[in-house]
T-cell receptor, first 109, second 115 residues
Framework: DAKTTQPPSMDCAEGRAANLPCNHS???????VYWYRQIHSQGPQYIIH???NNETNEMASLIITEDRKSSTLILPHATLRDTAVYYC??????????FGAGTRLTVKP | GAVVSQHPSWVICKSGTSVKIECRSL??????MFWYRQFPKQSLMLMAT?????????EQGVEKDKFLINHASLTLSTLTVTSAHPEDSSFYIC???????????FGSGTQLSVL
């Protein structure tokens, strides 16, 4: 599976949009982009995933560039409970899921 | 969304004893389950992959005789840490998926402390 690069940490003001970038320049055509987050001392929580089209659900939006070499997870109105480590993972359907270092997002009042 | 239940949430044991951790998919049949380990301030590390009814596939460096995995049914997988030592103290997390194209759902994790 393609490797991903994420900033180690980011801050966001409560109520504002949090935009978390992810680079996956070696992604292949059959690899999906997944986003999970892990709140301290809990198991990872699924957020969203996509192949090439932008996706939106009740938690977030996923914007994938046309060349698919990068993506952005958008939390439209961040709350203090969104403070977590966010993982961007690129994976072929059916393969296992391997985690990188992720981005530690801190939402501040 | 699908629910994966993991028990116990935390366990403290003496060095040399064995500890069993259970992972159950509550509302779907999990053809494949995964076990991860996470040390403080580090990311999740995949330990092994198990498919129902077959032997688990372990990642390089993970001792299969120490970390026994059983996936006897489509809703239950267990990880047994045998002869635990303090260096086995870690956060263990399971995950499950229903099929190849399905996303993974994770349990809440088990904090193991070996004294």
């Amino acid at each position: 599976d393609a490797k991903t690069t994420q900033p180690p940490s980011m801050d966001c003001a409560e109520g504002r949009a949090a935009n978390l970038p992810c680079n996956h320049s070696t992604i292949s055509g059959n690899e999906y982009v997944y986003w999970y987050r892990q709140i301290h001392s809990q198991g990872p929580q699924y957020i969203i995933h996509g192949l090439k089209n932008n996706e939106t659900n009740e938690m977030a939006s996923l914007i994938i560039t046309e060349d698919r070499k990068s993506s952005t997870l958008i939390l439209p109105h961040a709350t203090l409970r969104d403070t977590a480590v966010y993982y961007c993972i690129v994976r072929v359907a059916g393969n296992d899921m391997r985690f990188g270092a992720g981005t530690r997002l801190t939402v501040k009042p | 969304g699908a629910v994966v239940s993991q028990h116990p949430s935390w366990v403290i044991c003496k060095s040399g004893t064995s500890v069993k951790i259970e992972c159950r998919s509550l509302d779907f049949q999990a053809t494949t389950m995964f076990w991860y380990r996470q040390f403080p301030k580090q990311s999740l590390m995949l330990m092994a992959t198990s498919n129902e009814g077959s032997k688990a596939t372990y990642e390089q460096g993970v001792e299969k005789d120490k970390f026994l995995i059983n996936h006897a049914s489509l809703t239950l997988s267990t990880l047994t840490v045998t002869s635990a030592h303090p260096e086995d103290s870690s956060f263990y997390i399971c995950s499950a998926r229903a099929g190849d194209n399905e996303k993974l759902f994770f349990g809440s994790g088990t904090q193991l402390s070996v004294l």
